[in-house]
């Protein structure tokens, strides 16, 4: 017998045991294909007699494990509501605004919520408040009390439109896009009661505008502790929009101003995302691709050299609006409100390098039964999907959907807040916790009280900066970010 019939022979007298094992990895690579196929799916449609059009502001997980967001238009008042959503997409309004007598608790909130380290809510509207048609400052508790925190009252800023940010000193800060000293937008920062109001910028406080006008993003705090944020217009090249930093005391500098030509686009709209230093955001109009279209940019610090990661040209989407989020793998997940192979907008992926991915298509299924239009950006739930609104859809009148994406991403762990000094209070969000056996900063363990959707811990001694880990039901689940330890 030669070397190849002993082969053939040896093959064929393979014990069932190499078949059955052959079939299962079979199956796991066809298990693994599938999962990394994007799954979507709407999980509720928006109605005319509760909540209606959630518009710019991203949805954010609780600690009870749902969702909570709001609605510019609909609910009792027809102005405005916040409402919870479950992970199978049951909505329950919580509050509706314009409740009070001359709306004094504020009406339209076009923001999303933030989770503060509290538990409770924070958020702003548009428009009323108890002074002028101005808006509001807001917290709202899980269970829909609301209290408004701050009245505008033009001098200090007016119509606020970005989602606010917790700083590590515990205030809140955030950005009107008008009003203030010039009537250009401010930034402004509270505290958690009310009691503590101040505004640290007036734009167009330079000549011509230089610095920046109409800040309709929030802000993001970067491991310097600066916060950074874009304005909408404003800067020394016909208007086209800058990115700045400021400090918690008011000390702004501006790192970049776009301009009307070229690919650096023009219009940055939403929050950007700061990525081991540098900056990520989305411009809503300019680009190579065309110049309605937009684009997604990289701003590298400290220099504030912009490099253009995507020229959009409408078929792979158009005016992105929303915020970028960074993922647990690593990208960068977003929406554009239009463009797309049915001109009705596309979620997507890039990577910090450029690589782009079209997830999804809305208005790809009969009659826009998916919905259309997603102006607000992608939230990544603790589970490892995303979860979004549409601002049209079928339901009642075309009041939008809610919608959940699956990329085959698994489930982590998040910590509120982000930095913490030793012994300082940290929750940690997840989804079945309850019987979690340790917690972990960067490998030194902590003592935790754990439950069903979070665990209540405290930076432990000796802790030092890096990943979060939780051992629960045989599995490690880690930080989506790198847990800062305070000095």
């Keep these: 017998m030669n070397n190849k019939d ?23 690579v066809a298990a693994a294909i599938a999962a990394a196929t994007p799954q979507f799916k709407t999980l509720a449609d928006f109605n005319t007699t509760s909540a209606y059009q959630p518009y710019y502001g991203s949805l954010v997980q609780g600690l009870d494990g749902n969702f909570y967001g709001t609605t510019v238009v609909g609910g009792a008042n027809s102005q405005g509501t916040v409402f919870k959503v479950t992970p199978a997409g049951e909505i329950t309004v919580i509050y509706n605004f314009c409740s009070l007598a001359s709306c004094a608790d504020g009406e339209q909130p076009y923001a999303g919520l933030t989770l503060g380290t509290d538990g409770n809510f924070y958020g702003t509207t548009y428009y009323d408040g108890a002074i002028c048609d101005c808006g509001t400052v807001f917290k709202i508790t899980p269970a829909g009390v609301l ?154 610090m400290p220099a504030g050299t912009l490099n253009t990661l995507l020229s959009f040209d409408g078929t792979d989407g158009q005016e992105p609006l929303g915020s970028l989020i960074q993922a647990t793998d690593g990208n960068l997940y977003g929406t554009t409100e239009a463009g797309g192979a049915n001109s009705a907008g596309t979620i997507f992926k890039i990577s910090t390098t450029g690589t782009f991915t079209t997830l999804y298509n809305f208005c790809s299924k009969s009659q826009c039964t998916d919905g259309g239009g997603p102006f607000g950006g992608v939230a990544q739930d603790t589970s490892g999907n995303f979860y979004g609104t549409t601002s049209y859809g079928p339901g009642d009148a075309g009041a939008g959907t809610l ?43 902590a003592e935790f009280t754990a439950h069903s959707t979070y665990i209540v811990t405290h930076v432990p001694s000796g802790a030092t900066t890096g990943t979060v880990e939780v051992s629960v039901a045989g599995k490690t689940l880690k930080s989506n970010v790198t847990f800062r330890v305070a000095p």
């Design 147 to 300: 209290t408004t925190l701050h009245s505008f009252g033009v001098t200090d800023g007016y119509n606020p439109w970005g989602t606010l940010v917790q700083g590590s000193d515990g205030y809140f800060y955030g950005t009107t896009s008008n009003g203030g000293a010039n009537r250009s937008g401010t930034v402004f920062k509270i505290n958690s009661t009310g009691s503590e109001f101040t505004s640290l910028y007036s734009f167009c406080s330079l000549s011509g505008c230089a610095d920046g006008s109409d800040p309709r993003g929030g802000l993001v705090q970067g491991s310097n502790g600066l916060f950074y944020g874009t304005t909408l217009s404003g800067g020394p090249d016909a208007g086209a929009g800058t990115v700045y930093s400021i400090s918690s005391t008011g000390a702004l500098t501006t790192v970049f101003s776009f301009t009307n030509s070229g690919d650096q686009g023009q219009a940055p709209y939403g929050s950007l995302v700061d990525i081991a230093g540098n900056l990520y955001g989305t411009t809503e109009l300019g680009g190579s691709g065309c110049s309605g279209c937009g684009t997604v940019f990289q701003i590298v």
């Design 403 to 445: 919608f959940e994406l699956s990329v085959g991403l698994g489930p982590f762990v998040k910590t509120l807040p982000g930095s913490g000094a030793v012994g300082e209070k940290v929750q940690i969000l997840g989804n079945n916790l309850s019987g979690a056996t340790s917690v972990t900063f960067n490998g030194t363990a």
């Design 6 to 28: 002993h082969q053939r022979t040896l093959l064929h007298r393979r014990p069932a045991s190499f078949k059955i094992f052959l079939s299962i990895m079979l199956l796991s």
